[in-house]
């Protein structure tokens, strides 16, 4: 007679099966099958104080090691978890969320905590669907991993009813047909047509001042080094697409910064000078100007070579697109110069390394006079000086992380500047697309369970840490110390500064915080604080919580400034506004 397991443990033996081993949670009595079957498989089940932050923490362990895991929860649970997936979605992060709904036999007819998740999930995932016979668990789990990891990659949802999370079913159920193996299988590659690449390769072979733009699609296909081989050997500049996973440090040669006229000016010197921008594995989106002037000029060939469908759809606007796996595309374009049809030189990549160099040295010119006003005068400290004096106490293993509004983007600045000055970093972690807060302390804690011997900090934003702080908890449950350094102007900074522009009062509404004592509450849980309302404490401060050896918070005070890239958009909105 056949043994028979239940649902929960099938779906676990089938997540197994894909090589997946960590799964992010908030232990709930739906679930429970399904942890039974992950404790039997030896899958690592993360108990998470929130079914959000068991959602962050799947994207940041995901983002990190580019390899799926899962997020389990109860049908309650799966509405917290719903922001998690906005922001995967916004990075394309493969995670497959699990939950344990309500009975299926009983399917509106208003079961126990019943909730239309499968509609809910659908347009935040690439793929969203109810298991409706226990023995089809793992085809639906094969068709999830396949939908999650291949072309375009994201995040997927699977609702496991309860009966069927509780029922039994053969342990091989499934395997009696194709396929026989359910182990997981390379992912599938999109090679070019070859008359389209050859006609991309001649304009690249003619360009005087080309571009290179990595997204998204560079890395999850792990083609990050290519690109870097390609801007070395070619000279040609390398830009990032803003506010995602860094492809290259910033220390890197062909580097020259994000793309982004507004926070790193340089890329605009870039891009209005250029003859040709290739685009790889990016999404021509509000971020990219949806590939109008003045962000790509008219007279600029604009071609977008992306590895999925999906992708070719949304950069319909490029002049010319090619379905090609990033990899295999820069690996055929950094092989021109070997094959001898490369004859740019240096001279246009020198260009954008002296701009690169003015903006640096003036932006530190700027800020070395702000800092000395402010300590002549008494005043708080620059968010920009903030994170540059963060990154000094930081060596190379050590992981950066940044959360906020404000807090981000003149953090994202700060990496630019130390980059270019040659400082490097084990790695970087911030929000994503669709910059949601609260996001920090959850990817903090994945780059500390990824990267054990490095030291992790956090530079959060004081709205930010409010959004999703109290998930330090984890950190110390978990014995996993993190430095978190609250950049504190008491408000939403960002948001009121914007209402100040707008508003014909030139006042602020519903933005201020009152003077929160962060550092007091990881005392509190039993770690290390201290308060810092001068930038001569800063340095000594960070130095005591790195070294305390226990999860610690630098509560520091500081000067509420509004950075480009919001001034740039509250201006936008204006000008856009229906009157």
């Not at 923490?57 to 997020?71: M, Q």
């Not at 609702?159 to 159920?173: N, W």
């Not at 092989?335 to 740019?344: E, V």
Request: aromatic share 8%; hydrophobic share 40%; with cysteine.
């Amino acid at each position: 007679m056949d043994k028979k397991i239940r649902g929960g443990a099938l779906i676990a033996r089938a997540l197994r099966d894909k090589g997946i081993d960590k799964v992010f949670t908030l232990s709930g009595g739906f679930c429970n099958p399904a942890i039974e079957g992950f404790m039997e498989c030896q899958m690592e089940v993360i108990n998470c104080p929130h079914e959000q932050i068991a959602g962050h923490l799947a994207d940041g362990h995901t983002r990190i090691t580019r390899k799926p895991s899962v997020c389990l929860v109860g049908p309650e649970g799966f509405a917290n978890a719903v922001p998690s997936m906005m922001e995967a979605w916004g990075e394309r992060t493969p995670i497959i969320y699990i939950t344990g709904s309500s009975s299926l036999k009983r399917q509106g007819s208003g079961g126990f905590k019943e909730i239309d998740d499968v509609s809910i999930a659908a347009p935040l995932t690439k793929y969203s669907a109810s298991i409706t016979d226990g023995n089809r668990i793992r085809e639906f789990v094969d068709k999830a991993y396949r939908i999650a990891t291949n072309g375009y990659p994201g995040a997927v949802h699977l609702s496991l009813p309860v009966d069927i999370m509780f029922s039994s079913f053969p342990e091989e159920a499934g395997l009696e047909e194709r396929p026989f193996s359910h182990k997981a299988k390379p992912i599938a590659k999109a090679w070019p047509d070859p008359n389209s690449i050859s006609e991309i390769l001649e304009l690249a072979c003619s360009a005087k001042k080309p571009v290179l733009i990595g997204g998204h699609g560079v890395w999850w296909s792990k083609s990050e080094k290519n690109l870097e081989e390609a801007g070395n050997n070619l000279n040609i500049p390398i830009f990032n697409i803003p506010y995602h996973q860094k492809l290259l440090g910033e220390e890197a040669n062909a580097y020259m910064g994000l793309a982004d006229i507004h926070q790193f000016p340089p890329s605009q010197f870039a891009l209005n000078n250029s003859d040709l921008v290739l685009m790889v594995g990016a999404r021509l989106d509000n971020q990219m100007n949806f590939g109008n002037p003045p962000f790509f000029p008219k007279s600029t060939k604009l071609v977008c070579i992306n590895g999925s469908h999906e992708e070719i759809e949304i950069n319909r606007a490029a002049d010319i697109n090619l379905l090609c796996d990033p990899g295999v595309f820069l690996d055929t374009l950094k092989n021109l110069k070997k094959n001898n049809k490369w004859n740019l030189d240096s001279k246009w990549f020198d260009q954008n390394k002296v701009k690169k160099n003015e903006w640096v040295e003036s932006s530190l010119k700027d800020l070395s006079l702000e800092a000395e006003k402010a300590k002549k005068n008494g005043g708080k400290i620059h968010p920009l000086q903030l994170a540059l004096d963060v990154q000094d106490a930081m060596g190379e293993k050590d992981w950066l992380v940044i959360d906020g509004g404000n807090t981000h983007f003149w953090s994202e600045i700060a990496i630019n500047i130390a980059g270019a000055k040659g400082k490097k970093l084990g790695g970087i972690l911030h929000p994503g697309t669709f910059s949601m807060l609260g996001v920090g302390v959850s990817f903090a804690l994945s780059a500390k369970n990824n990267n054990p011997n490095s030291n992790v900090v956090l530079i959060s934003g004081d709205g930010a840490f409010l959004s999703g702080g109290m998930s330090i908890e984890a950190a110390f449950y978990e014995k996993k110390p993190i430095t978190v350094v609250i950049d504190n102007n008491e408000g939403l900074a960002s948001i009121g500064q914007q209402q100040e522009r707008l508003f014909k009062s030139g006042k602020r509404v519903a933005t201020d915080f009152r003077d929160i004592p962060f550092h007091k509450i990881f005392q509190g849980f039993g770690g290390h604080g201290e308060l810092v309302t001068k930038r001569e404490e800063l340095a000594p401060a960070l130095k005591r919580a790195i070294e305390s050896g226990k999860t610690a918070c630098v509560n520091v005070k500081a000067k509420p400034v509004l950075s480009p890239i919001v001034a740039a958009v509250a201006t936008k909105r204006e000008k856009s506004s229906i009157e």
